[in-house]
């Protein structure tokens, strides 16, 4: 099956903008979802079907795709933002599984 | 609003079984389709299985041929059957509902999670 692979840190000091980003061959075809899933709680869902936010998600989240990667940014990073941050897409082996990236935790700073 | 509440989680030798639940609300689980998923203590998250609503299943190859999903009309809850447990099967149990729409799928919303310890 695919993988998708997440760079495993990254930080964003309070205001700024960070991009995470999720490579895969499955990304080619496929678009990501995205969650963010803070410490003991359940994933959220933050964006879906390439860059739609679901109701309640600021906009300062954006999502987009080039070729095999996939890219969430936040604009204006705020300290509610600290959390880990995974994508999502169905395997593109026609296996109807679905892969999640190896996630990557946002600190701000 | 939909909320999903799992159940059933606990500790389990390895080999044995156990049932995880999610009872749904706000959503008719028979048509939807439905998944688990799973996240090992300090690790990231691993899509188990999925039901869909014609009823087709499919499993991760961790788990095919150890694990069943099912959903049942009448109580309108969703389950897992998880036989032949190993350690390495530790883990929060998440269901969540599949969207699919225009081809794209995506996971929403997500129950708490419940909690499954395999070990002697």
């Known amino acids: 099956s695919s993988e998708v692979t997440q760079d495993p840190a990254v930080s964003v000091a309070l205001g700024q903008t960070v991009r995470i980003t999720c490579q895969g061959d499955?990304?080619?075809?496929?678009?990501a979802s995205w969650y963010q899933q803070k410490p003991g709680q359940a994933p959220v869902l933050v964006i879906y079907?390439?860059?739609n936010r679901p109701s309640g998600i600021p906009d300062r989240f954006s999502g987009s795709s080039s070729g095999n990667t996939a890219s969430l940014t936040i604009t204006g990073a705020q300290a509610e933002d600290e959390a880990d941050y995974y994508c999502?897409?169905?395997?593109?082996?026609?296996?109807?599984?679905?892969?999640f990236g190896t996630g990557t935790k946002v600190t701000v700073l | 609003e939909v909320q999903l509440v799992e159940s059933g989680g606990g500790l389990v030798q390895p080999g044995g079984s156990l049932r995880l639940s999610c009872a749904a609300s706000?959503?008719?689980?028979?048509?939807?389709?439905m998944s688990w998923v799973r996240q090992a203590p300090g690790k990231g998250l691993e899509w188990v299985s999925v039901?869909?609503?014609?009823?087709?299943?499919y499993y991760a190859d961790s788990v095919k041929g150890r694990f069943t999903i099912s959903r049942h009309n009448s109580n309108n809850t969703l389950y897992l059957q998880m036989n032949s447990l190993r350690p390495e099967d530790t883990a929060v149990y998440y269901c969540?509902?599949?969207?699919?729409?225009?081809?794209?799928?995506?996971?929403?919303?997500w129950g708490q999670g419940t909690l499954v310890t395999v070990s002697s």
């Open positions: 969540t509902r599949v969207w699919l729409i225009r081809g794209w799928e995506w996971f929403d919303p």
């Open positions: 706000g959503l008719t689980v028979n048509s939807n389709y």
């Open positions: 039901i869909y609503g014609g009823g087709r299943t």
């Open positions: 499955s990304l080619r075809s496929i678009y």
């Open positions: 079907d390439k860059n």
């Open positions: 999502c897409s169905r395997d593109s082996s026609g296996n109807h599984h679905y892969v």
